[in-house]
């Protein structure tokens, strides 16, 4: 969990971590952003959003958020839990929501917000050797991020910081 700016009010929001369970293995479900949004553009991304006054939990939000983004029927994911809040320097404050989707399903993507979903093999994105610490100055302040390329995907960010959770979480290894 990384923090934002002391004193700084974060926004309420909430993501699915879609754990595919295929046949062979299991995978999770990424969506790359449109590149002309305002908000992270092009970046890869777990179906979510802010919390609307009409959602009742951070489970609620994050299935509305996954059927708007991609049309993941919600009767397709077995709820599994949340992980630990992750506060990100824009300002939220996600709840990551932990789902398994059983096939068959078909995804609608909404293309104004999402150029794509595809798969990633979960024990590629939990192995902390696919993983990277990247340091950049933002807003005058050093910070340290995890990414984890995959082919020519640069996942990073929350993203990958939910991901390093998870896999800490499930004892696969220590955040470090």
Do not use: C, K
Request: charge should be negative.
């Amino acid at each position: 969990m990384r923090e934002a700016e002391a004193g700084t009010p974060l926004r309420p929001a909430a993501v699915l971590v879609p754990v595919v369970d295929r046949a062979d293995d299991l995978s999770v479900l990424l969506t790359r952003r449109t590149d002309h949004l305002h908000h992270h553009p092009g970046q890869i991304s777990f179906p979510g959003g802010r919390v609307e006054d009409s959602d009742t939990s951070a489970v609620m939000t994050a299935l509305r958020e996954t059927e708007e983004e991609i049309g993941l029927d919600p009767q397709r994911v077995e709820l599994l839990g949340e992980l630990a809040e992750y506060h990100t320097g824009t300002g939220f404050r996600v709840t990551p929501v932990v789902g398994l989707v059983h096939p068959p399903f078909e995804l609608v993507l909404d293309d104004f917000e999402v150029a794509e979903a595809f798969e990633v093999p979960l024990r590629f994105l939990l192995d902390p050797a696919n993983r990277e610490r990247h340091r950049v100055e933002y807003q005058g302040r050093m910070r340290e991020y995890y990414a984890i390329p995959y082919h020519d995907y640069f996942i990073w960010g929350a993203t990958a910081g939910i991901l390093v959770q998870m896999s800490s979480f499930v004892g696969f290894a220590r955040i470090g």
